[in-house]
Nanobody
Framework: VQLVESGGGLVQPGGSLRLSCVAS????????MTWVRQAPEKEREGVAA???????TTADSVKGRFTVSKDNAKNTEYLQMNSLKSEDTALYYC??????WGRGTQVTVS
């Protein structure tokens, strides 16, 4: 299993970014995918998830601003992040199968 995130960067407050997670090594369309973030000196936080049927959940802290989606044909999960705040600054990871993590992509809002 391999998960590769991209799309992070430096953005001003109020800006937008779209993160991508390209997956390989398993049947992407049959499994849920999750975005998790970790900020310095804070606990890891689940941000958003999408199940195999496309049903999504988002954390209260990002509800209305972040949207998770996926493209099964591309084995890719996305996280559209709008109205970014300084508190969204973190390393963002994708996670699946209860055990597999990517290396993460850094999002800095400043």
């Amino acid at each position: 299993v391999q998960l590769v995130e991209s799309g992070g960067g430096l953005v001003q407050p109020g800006g937008s970014l779209r993160l991508s997670c390209v997956a390989s090594g398993f049947d992407f369309s049959s499994h849920a995918m999750t975005w998790v973030r970790q900020a310095p000196e804070k606990e890891r936080e689940g941000v958003a998830a999408i199940d195999k049927d496309g049903t999504t959940t988002t954390a209260d802290s990002v509800k209305g601003r972040f949207t998770v989606s996926k493209d099964n044909a591309k084995n890719t999960e996305y996280l559209q992040m709008n109205s970014l705040k300084s508190e969204d600054t973190a390393l963002y990871y994708c996670f699946t199968l209860g055990a597999y993590w990517g290396r993460g992509t850094q999002v800095t809002v400043s």
